[in-house]
């Protein structure tokens, strides 16, 4: 069965502050999908990555594909309390049968 | 531009009580549609999915059914609530190859049943 996990599980931090969550898997995926969501929301997309090394910029967001297509990384500069959210990776694996979620990483930014 | 809607947003039902939600997309023709549940801290699971009018596919074995009689509109039913039923489902639809393609989810449903 195919797992990505996602680390740190929850993140505290103050406004301005820089920070990075993780998404790792030991199996490749043919592309990953960032969301974020508020509490009592659904998921809103953020990035779709689809090649290995791939680096896209969403303002204070950065997204990297790993080179081998196995983890993606999400990196917030000066973060703010409006980055508040659950963050949740999601990659759909090579055969085609299904979209892998994690659990996702609960970040809280105070001012 | 595309939007989904679901309702009711939130929902208390008895246990042993039938159960309807719906999901509705538009600006869309014959998207592959999605029902997941959330727990929390447990991720997204995905209950059921669709890739076109009365085909549904199950990913769980449940008390919970799912059907699409329009192009644009899925329904989760169940005709008994189990208390293990309650948690946020979240349809969810995408343009693409079933589970490869990117998904966009609707607001969700919150479910308690008591």
């Known amino acids: 069965t195919q797992l990505l996990e996602q680390s740190p599980q929850f993140l505290s931090i103050q406004e301005g502050e820089n920070l990075t969550v993780y998404c790792n898997s030991s199996s490749v995926f043919s592309s990953l999908q960032w969301y974020r969501q508020e509490p009592g929301e659904g998921p809103v997309l953020l990035v779709t990555v689809v090649t290995g090394g791939e680096v896209k910029k969403l303002k204070r967001l950065t997204f990297q594909f790993g080179d081998a297509r196995k983890d993606s990384s999400l990196h917030i500069t000066a973060a703010q309390p409006g980055d508040t959210g659950l963050y949740l990776c999601a990659g759909a694996n090579q055969a085609g049968t299904a979209l892998i979620f994690g659990k996702g990483t609960t970040l809280s930014v105070s001012s | 531009s595309q939007t989904i809607h679901q309702w009711p947003a939130t929902l208390v039902q008895p246990v042993g009580s039938p159960l309807s939600l719906e999901c509705t997309v538009e600006g869309t023709s014959n998207p592959n549609l999605y029902w997941y549940r959330q727990a929390a801290g447990r991720g997204l699971q995905l209950l059921f999915y669709?890739?076109?009018?009365?085909?549904i596919s199950s990913e769980v074995p449940q008390n919970l059914s799912a059907s699409r009689p329009q192009d644009r509109q899925f329904i989760l039913s169940s005709k008994k609530l189990l208390l293990s039923d309650s948690g946020f489902y979240l349809c969810?639809?995408?343009?693409?190859?079933?589970?490869?393609?990117?998904?966009?989810f609707g607001p969700g449903t919150r479910l308690l049943v008591l």
């Open positions: 969810a639809w995408g343009a693409g190859a079933p589970h490869q393609e990117t998904q966009y």
């Open positions: 669709s890739v076109g009018i009365g085909q």
